[in-house]
């Protein structure tokens, strides 16, 4: 209506029918809105509504399924919002999706199917098709939990042809379109891969790979590298890269992960692309009209992150329900002026909306679900613990009240209150996807694949997941670069469409569905009403009852109504509002029904009905009326006509009888042949033809006359239509009159406005500057409020443990004062009682006593050997030799009670040799328990240095580990690379499969690659040719000449190794000196530390056994239960003696350990663990202490009473002085036996420090080594890596364009929404131009408004303050989209730099390997020069020497033979020079050979590469593999230095020739980077080969030349020297030799290193088994420390029984004493016999407690007590 947008809401539950209707709607636009009306065919629909028809299919296929209530329900919301041109055509559409269900695609409910597309696929797919999608049956997918599901009325193989038929209208190629499909298989498929646990590790594995085969094919990856990344993925750990094995519960959440992603990207990719095809018309869409159809409330029994997305949703359109229904009616009511009350129907939903979606003060749920995303270590638990203490007090929050509830909290919803679940939120929110996967898939060799996958910056990875618990420090806001969580990116789409739906005029469809049967004709009323009333269709209902929902405009009122009141209206002009008034006064409505506003008529509801049926009943009346004057004139027509038919019959018939009468008349004939022919019958035709004229004059005058008559009228109604219209007019310049003056008016205060406006904004623009320095104050605030935050909580969890520790103390203070006051009360009562009982009667009564007490104490011991015996049985099977001897002693015990009756004689006796047992006992119990604590000590100490040495060991391993990773970055490319090229190989193999052009094409490139290759080979053979020519022709000159310098070189050279050897040995002996001071340095001071804890442990220890020595003294029964307590420390004693054997293994096998240092750096968090369980153990520990130390002090008050003790005390203080002498000798031994330890790994660990010297060392000359390599494999391999850096940049390229493209989308989906906001602010600035009173009543309230402008904005201000939010908002948005750009590609140039580096790395080695080499070579020179210097002296020499033996007459005749030899010599010197051109040749191919030679060193070195790569997955430890590749690499890498140092001997004796060679050899060696140069540059390499070639042997041949005049011109001077140069050559040849023989000592070598890599594997898997045996015997040395503790705390517990029990003997003692004070002494001649008495009723009391003990002994199967008893001496 007016050009506005609208939008339709269909809402309701699932089955309710929102799916049909909307469908409906868009069927019913596209035949009324199509463009293609015009035309003939009116069933002819547009290509684009076609399109817009069949994009539903397309999405109810891949978006729709069978749930329990509906067979074809939506399981995504969608928004479809169509636009219209000016003309009211549809010019496209655009679709955009809420919450899709992609869970359903891996499991589904009983009787429930996953989406449509699987079923469709697998019904209607072909023979072909299946076979090129690997299809198989329904049953044979995990993902189809209940197997194929028909839906009852549907085919699913016509369905499958439907959705391609729409596919393809919708311009979806058949590449496309099988492409899909192609996906679908592979989700199918990646539901039936299957692991399994490995049995000695948690690691999973994939024992059949057939599967991970098909979804490789069909995604076009590499299954090695697809199995790699599920099962071991590369996870960056700090700067580096590590795989990380999965168990099997991860890799199954993985698979599943990924195929939800998958199946949710091509839901995506499909909305794209029906978008693209909707949107393509070049048309401007003036209005459009959106149609929600999104998923109802839902409240189930377990309700989880989905459900509260859409409840969530559902709150927001119920919010806008509400506001239009409730609010914007109540305010139009206030607007038009109407008398109304507002009525506040309190469903104001704002809370429950913060509730969720509230950033700050206090964060809403999603808020703090985001935040604990990023937590560490958080969990779900974590999570609802947060959510209730931060929003407990809400008022739409609940907690579950019974135990009942599964929700772990409530939200009070509009609809009712919602329990939640919260179970797995953290991982739905964060949606986290396996990267390495996902890095494949966008590598992958299928472009729809890549397409989909291309924006793998954005997941969230492992690494990122794994980031999580080192350091996050809580944030409610996500930062820049971070991933977006699902709950901020379906907040931001639920804003945008709210925007869109608040900028259009909505209309609500609510579906109700009727009942859950699917059955027709029946409502379920109760349903009815849930559903109406969780709509808010009741409160509307209520608000049309008591509101006015009718309106109706004043002029279409009174066009349409004023049939109804005929005459009410005066003729003339009349205002609307005042007509409405009259006609509503003739129509006689009651008051109460109608309401006149400003502009509008309102009515209640049923009034407007009535009114259109009095309407209708006068339209029918008139209608009738006139039906019958038209039915009346036609029948009278028909009558007139029926006449003159009937009139012309007679004539007709009466002709015709006279004709008959006449016919055979012979003058009639006559008559009918002459009448033609006379003029006179001719007259009345004449007269007839103008008696028609006539006629017809009169007839146009009948119509002149009548026009006449009509112009007449007319012209006087044109002329009281004049004077109306004067008067109007009249009216109308006065009203312009007034609206001009208005429109002035309204100008100034426009100017007054804006210039308001202007001030407002800067103060604005002032304000937000304000706002942005508070907002930093307040993020610093806030980092600041954090860690006070945290330090409050840490200083709040230190107060209560403190708070709790002083409840304690107190409970025990208060306990200890009772025992004091109780004793002090007894001291008391037994000082009076000493004084007033006789010597006897006190021996009396204390004999009496023991008897009882020891009575006791045996039916005690009794039990508790039972007890022990019954726990014996249950946890240590092992000791039943011990549980044998315990029944013994327990029969004996029981002999005992039963022999009490016949021996109390004896009695005494044997209380005598029990006290001096006891007395040893008791002795003994505190030497072990002293020995027991020592033991405890001198364990944790050694634990401690354990864990010392391990930190220590791990120290040493990060450095080596950092600079292992500093030196195999090369090592690491070039496995990467061979690991690529592997990869390539493998998809080019699949890819040969796919088409049979592919394969052609391979045969041509296989063709050329061979062809070129064939040439290639063929020109290096043939330089090599001439170069082994000219090394023939020289070789013989380079023979003759080195032979002189041989020998002092090797001198030289073997004094510079041993110089260097020397110098390598010194520093290294140094560096370990110096490292292994340090260590011995650091461990001192550890020891020192350790002792000092030790005293400071023994001086605690000491004062608690003081205390408890005091408290032994105070109860004596104690010593009763010393028999159980000497089987405890027994064994005790034997776990000890076991616990110092471990400790002597644990020593031994900590040289094993040293050889493991990479596995002890993975158990050191497991270390970690126990090092907090052993420290919580301490400070239990110290609490008893304190807890004893206390008990001191308060004792220490007894002193004055219990003076009589302190000889006793004094003894076992004695006693306890020599115990702590024990303790300190064990102590002594202890560290005895550390010292020697640490001796050891001392020397171990310098052994360890040379071997990683020298395997650094090694290290250096295997780098030095891969360098040369590299520089040789590079030479082949760059064309290859120029073809893949070509691909990169145009992977990167489209992956731009992609980006861009996205922005683009994004950038027209905010213009469109600009658009809208726009559009709404011009309605609402044209209607406030429109409404008159409005302005009127806005000048009014103007000036009064801009004042309070800054607490109260008027509608303007905020539809302008919300117009710079948005476009605020909007830049916002766009400069975060800029930065996270920005990020992108400083990461992009993060990884380019760092191939960059690499690059330059290599360059740099090069440079420095060529800088050498000219630094040899100028040194070579100078050695030249110095060698030329000697011959010119030796050429002196000899001259001096012809003239010496020109003197002799004999020398004359030597020089004459000498000539004679001499002239033969020439000519060997000739064939000589012959035989250097051969040996050139020779050269040349021992070029040939050595390069041989590199070729075998890089095949050897592939394979041993390829045996690290199956150690690493056999050993599955990358890290002791790579030490034995470095080993074997190390010794390969010696051999070549050798080998090296001995071809640059070789070279160096080469360069010391004469000028004339050296000359040659720079020309060979500019040759030789010649060639490296050109072999770099393979495609110019065949011309430029060719061209160095000729200019070398033209160079040659000159130089051959020159050489050779030279050497005709010096045989005169070289005679003498003829026989040293047959030396040298003889010389040249046995180094040829010694080489030969190098290098084959070379090759053993590298097959001795070889076999000590097999034997470090070998160790290395028995060092793996010795360090599980030690994990084991820990974990028994501790759960046995475990045991003692427990033991020492059930000892602690019986002292406190004890003390009671003791209070009951007091109390028994004292009635015993009343009962002798009442006796006399007379009676104590019968005390004998009371005693026999006393025994008889003792003997009974052990009876009955031996049954008590029986009946105890049931319970002590399931709980086993220590009990001791108590006593005091008097």
Known sequence: TDREDQSILCTGESGAGKTENTKKVIQYLAVVASSHKSKKDANAIGELEKQLLQANPILEAFGNAKTVKNDNSSRFGKFIRINFDVTGYIVGANIETYLLEKSRAIRQAPEERTFHIFYYLLSGAGVKMKEDLLLEPFSSYRFLSNGHVPIPGQDDKDMFEETSEAMSIMGFSIEEQTSILRIVSSVLQLGNISFKKERNTDQASMPDNTVAQKVCHLLGMNVTDFTRAILSPRIKVGRDYVQKAQTKEQADFAVEALAKAMYERLFRWLLIRINKALDRTKRQGATFLGILDIAGFEIFQDNSFEQLCINYTNEKLQQLFNHTMFILEQEEYQREGIEWNFIDFGLDLQPCIELIERVTNPPGILSLLDEECWFPKATDKSFVEKVVQELGNHTKFAKPKQLKDKG?????????????????????????????????????????????????????????????????????????????????????????????????????????????????????????????????????????????????????????????????????????????????????????????????????????????????????????????????????????????????????????????????????????????????????????????????????????????????????????????????????????????????????????????????????????????????????????????????????????????????????????????????????????????????????????????????????????????????????????????????????????????????????????????????????????????????????????????????????????????????????????????????????????????????????REHEVSEMKRALEEESRSHEAQIHEMRQKHSQAIEEVTEQLEQAKRARANLEKNKQTLEKENNELSNEVRSLSTAKAEIEHKKKKLEGQVQEFQVKVADGERARAELNEKVHKLQNELDNVTTILNDAEGKSIKLAKDVSSLGSQLQDAQELLQEETRQKLNLSTRLRQLEDDKNNLQEQLDEESEAKRNLERQISTLTAQLSDAKKKLNDDVSALEGLEEGKKKLQREIEAITQNFEEKAAAYDKLEKTKNRLQQELDDLLVDLDNQRQLVSNLEKKQKKFDQMLAEEKNISAKYADERDRAEADAREKETKALALTRALDEA???????????????????????????????????????????????????????????????????????????????????????????????????????????????????????????????????????????????????????????????????????????????????????????????????????????????????????????????????????????????????????????????????????????????????????????????????????????????????????????????????????????????????????????????????????????????????????????????????????NEPMLSGTRRSGGRRGVIDNTSLENSDEDAGGRDADFNGRAKYITVPFTTH
């Open 408 to 1004: 772990d909290f409530c939200i009070v919803h509009y609809a009712g209150k919602v329990p939640y679940n919260a179970g797995n939120w953290l991982t739905k929110n964060m949606d986290p996807l396996n990267d390495n996967v996902a890095s494949l898939l966008n590598q992958s060799s299928d472009k729809y694949v890549a397409e989909l996958w291309r924006d793998v910056d954005r997941i969230v990875g492992l690494d990122q997941v794994a980031k999580m618990s080192e350091s996050i420090q809580g944030a409610s806001k996500t930062k820049k670069g971070m991933f977006r969580t699902v709950g901020q990116l379906y907040k931001e789409q639920l804003g945008k469409l709210m925007t869109t739906l608040r900028n259009t005029s909505p209309n609500f469809v609510r579906c109700i569905i009727p009942n859950h049967e699917k059955r027709a004709g029946k409502l379920d009323a109760h349903l009815v009403l849930e559903q109406l009333r969780c709509n808010g269709v009741l409160e509307g209902i209520r608000i049309c009852r008591q509101g006015f929902p009718n309106r109706i405009i004043f002029q279409e009122f009174r066009q349409r109504y004023e049939i109804l009141t005929p005459g009410a209206i005066p003729k003339g002009f009349m205002d609307g509002k005042q007509a409405c008034v009259l006609m509503i006064k003739s129509l006689e409505l009651d008051s109460n029904l109608y309401r006149i506003g400003q502009s509008k008529i309102f009515f209640r509801t049923g009034v407007l009905a009535h009114l259109e049926e009095e309407r209708d009943l006068k339209i029918t009346d008139v209608i009738i009326s006139f039906q019958a004057r038209s039915r009346g004139y036609l029948a009278r027509k028909a009558f007139a006509k029926r006449q003159q038919q009937l009139n012309a019959m007679k004539v007709i018939q009466r002709n015709c009888a006279a004709y008959l009468k006449l016919r055979n008349w012979q003058w009639w004939r006559l008559f009918t042949k002459v009448k033609p022919l006379l003029q006179v019958t001719r007259q009345e035709e004449e007269m007839q033809l103008k008696e028609d004229e006539l006629q017809r004059t009169k007839e146009k005058q009948q119509k002149a006359e009548l026009s006449l008559s009509e112009l007449e009228k007319k012209h006087t109604q044109i002329m009281e239509e004049k004077t109306t219209l004067q008067e109007q007019l009249q009216a109308e310049t006065e009203l312009y009159a007034e609206a001009e003056e208005m429109r002035i008016r309204l100008e100034s205060k426009k100017q007054e406005l804006e210039e308001i406006l202007h001030e407002m904004e800067a103060r604005i623009e002032e304000e937000e500057e304000r706002n942005q320095q508070m907002l930093t104050e307040k993020k610093k605030m806030q980092t600041q409020i954090l860690d006070l935050e945290e330090q409050l909580d840490e200083e709040e969890a230190a107060r209560q443990k403190l708070q709790l520790e002083k409840v304690t103390l107190e409970a025990k203070l208060k306990k200890m004062d009772d025992d004091i006051i109780i004793l002090e009360d007894q001291n008391i009562k037994f000082a009076k009682e000493k004084k007033l009982l006789e010597e006897r009667i006190a021996d009396f009564t204390t004999n009496l006593a023991e008897e009882e007490e020891k009575a006791k104490n045996l039916t005690k011991l009794k039990n508790k050997h039972e007890s022990m015996i019954s726990e014996l049985e249950v946890r240590l099977k092992k000791e039943e030799k011990t549980r044998q001897e315990l029944e013994k002693l327990k029969r004996k015990l029981e002999g005992e009670g039963a022999d009490l009756h016949d021996q109390l004689a004896e009695l005494q006796q044997q209380i005598a040799e029990l006290k001096m047992q006891l007395a040893k006992k008791e002795e003994e119990l505190q030497a072990a328990m002293s020995r027991l604590d020592e033991e405890i000590a001198l364990k944790n100490n050694a634990l401690k240095k354990i864990r010392e040495l391990e930190a220590f060991i791990s120290d040493l391993q990060e450095d080596l580990d950092s600079e292992k990773s500093a030196r195999n970055k090369v090592e690491k490319q070039k496995r990467d690379l061979g690991e690529e090229l592997e990869a390539l190989k493998t998809e080019l193999e699949d890819t040969l499969d796919s088409t049979a052009t592919q394969q052609e094409l391979r045969a041509k």
């Open 1329 to 1719: 131009l429109q409404s008159k009173e409005d302005l009127e009543r806005v000048n009014k309230q103007l000036r009064a408004e801009m004042e309070d402008i800054m607490s109260s904005k008027d509608d303007v201000g905020k539809n302008v303050h919300d117009l710079e939010k948005s476009k605020r908002a909007l830049d916002q948005q766009v400069e975060e989209m800029k930065t996270q750009l920005e990020e992108l590609e400083d990461e992009l140039q993060a990884t380019e730099d760092a191939k960059l580096r690499l690059e330059v790395n290599l360059q740099a080695l090069k440079t420095q390997f060529e800088r050498e080499l000219q630094a040899r070579d100028e040194q070579n020179e100078e050695k030249r020069r110095q060698l030329v210097k000697q011959v010119h002296e030796l050429e002196s020499e000899l001259e001096d020497e012809r003239k010496q033996r020109t003197v002799a007459a004999a020398a004359k005749k030597k020089l004459e033979i000498d000539l004679s030899d001499l002239e033969g010599q020439v000519e060997v010197a000739i064939k000589g020079r012959e035989d250097a051109i051969k040996q050139l040749k020779k050269l040349q191919a021992q070029m040939k050979d050595y390069q041989r030679e590199l070729e075998d060193a890089r095949n050897s070195r592939e394979e041993v590469l390829a045996q690290a790569k199956e150690n690493e997955k056999k050993a599955k430890n990358l890290e002791a593999d790579l030490l034995q590749v470095q080993e074997d690499l190390a010794a390969a890498e010696r051999s070549r230095r050798h080998a090296e140092q001995e071809k640059e001997e070789l070279a160096e004796e080469l360069a010391g020739n004469s000028e004339q060679l050296s000359n040659e050899l720079s020309a060979e060696r500019s040759a030789n980077q010649k060639n490296e140069s050109a072999r770099q540059q393979l495609e110019r390499q065949n011309k430029e080969l060719k061209a160095k070639l000729q200019e070398m042997e033209g160079t040659v041949k000159s130089k051959f030349k020159s050489t050779i005049t030279a050497l005709e011109s010096k045989i005169a001077q070289l005679e003498e020297q003829l026989e040293a140069e047959v030396k040298e050559k003889q010389a040249t040849t046995k180094a040829t030799r010694r080489t030969e023989k190098k290098l084959k000592e070379i090759l053993l070598q590298l097959e001795d290193e070889r076999r000590h890599g097999e034997q470090y594997k070998e160790q290395a898997e028995k060092s793996n088994s010795r360090m599980k045996q030690l994990k084991r015997q820990l974990e028994e040395a501790e759960e046995e420390s475990q045991r003692i503790n427990a033991a020492r705390r059930k000892l602690q517990r019986e002292l406190e029984e004890a003390t009671e029990t003791n209070e009951a003997m007091s109390r028994e003692c004292n009635t015993l004493k009343n009962k002798l004070r009442r006796g």
